[in-house]
């Protein structure tokens, strides 16, 4: 992945280009003019076995022209209605292209719909692509619609549990919340949780002071379940103050680098300071804040190393849930979309269940989708 916006959003722009030209060619060649490599005609019906027909009767060409102009859904439903169109909606090349041209408008990913960064970061070769990804497959995994259709085809077993649990007297999920979205951010997104109740009501006053960066604070979720959230800052609010003022860069309090050597090579990695380690080891989950905005320097494997030191299995139960709010100031505000973040992150080398959600600062936009999927983990870990 490239660690910029601009480089990766002109190369997914110049993938898309080049799908589409592809396309372009096999729509236009006949079949004569197709060379060795081209992928085996789509299937013809057995005569008598389906009504024909007009859009079936036309050449092949023209259907994946055709089809091209379809929504995702729309192809599936397509794919619905014979064989032999559900063998023809199952074009790779052409769901390759919706999965190119629809993961930067994509909210949310999590740890189990993550594209594979191959599949849309490498040069496309239908001989070898046709055999190692099912691009249909990796779409409807993915795409944010899909994760919300099958989690609602699940069974029930979730309602019967929380109603169950709220006839015991349980102690508030406690979750863990730092970043670097908290502190760099132009709009802050504490301060608009504080004080926008018609979103998140606050039901409990900041209490729990650690070291000068960071207190918790107790909300209600949906007039129903309480939660807390110790919030983490790298430096006090003084320093912060400055930093901003001076325009230079805090150093970052909660953490101490420790020195290694790996094979011949030193290694750096860091660890988190006595008060944040008592905090690790009593949360429930943590919540990561991170900068997602396009205009903005990022040193994403400098984040990965302070996440892994929060997330440390030495600290706590190794499976605690993770939500990473990729965070923007306003809607205004160019974003990198959120795929590109989590590679950037490279959360899929994560252990533990892990969800990135888009998150507006100045609206919260997207944070209670973020806060629904913690809770709903968190609990599921409780019950177990």
Known sequence: MA???????????????GGLRVLRERWMRGPRERGGTAPAPLPTPPD????????????????????????????????????????????????RYFLLRDLPS?????????????????????????????????????????????????????????FLQSLVTQAEPRFA????????????LVQKMMTCPEILLVAGLPHRQIHGI???????????????????????????????????????KMFYQENSIVGNQQAVHYSVIAQVRKVCEVVDGFIYVANAEAQKEHDRPEELARILAM?????????????????????????????????????????QPWMMQDTVAATLDGLLNGIEWLLEEANSKNAQ
């Open 48 to 95: 008598g076995a389906e009504g024909e027909s007009a859009l079936q009767m036309l050449p092949i060409d023209v259907q994946l022209n055709i089809m091209s102009f379809l929504s995702p859904q729309d192809l599936c439903h397509l794919g619905s209605t014979s064989c032999y169109w559900r063998a023809a909606v199952q074009d790779p090349l052409l769901w």
């Open 106 to 162: 994509w909210t949310s990913v999590d740890w189990k719909s993550l594209p594979d960064v191959e599949i849309f970061n490498k040069a496309f070769s239908e001989v070898s692509d046709n055999a190692l990804y099912d691009y249909m497959a990796v779409y409807k995994r993915s795409c944010p619609q899909g994760r919300r259709s099958l989690k609602s085809s699940r069974p029930r077993y979730g309602a019967v549990t929380s």
């Open 177 to 188: 919340m730092f970043g670097p979205g908290l502190e760099e951010l132009d709009d802050s």
């Open 311 to 351: 997330i440390d299995p030495a600290l706590g139960p190794p499976n605690r849930p993770l939500l990473v709010l990729s965070c923007v100031s306003h809607a205004g505000v160019k974003r990198i979309p959120c795929v590109y973040v989590a590679h950037q992150l490279q959360l899929n080398l994560l252990r």
């Open 3 to 17: 660690a910029g916006a601009g480089p990766r959003g002109a190369g997914l722009e110049a993938a898309v280009r």
């Open 214 to 252: 960071g207190s918790g604070v107790s909300f209600q979720f949906n007039n129903s379940q309480k939660f807390n959230i110790v919030t983490l800052y790298s430096t006090t609010s003084v320093e912060r103050r400055r930093a901003r003022e001076e325009q230079a860069v805090a150093v970052n």
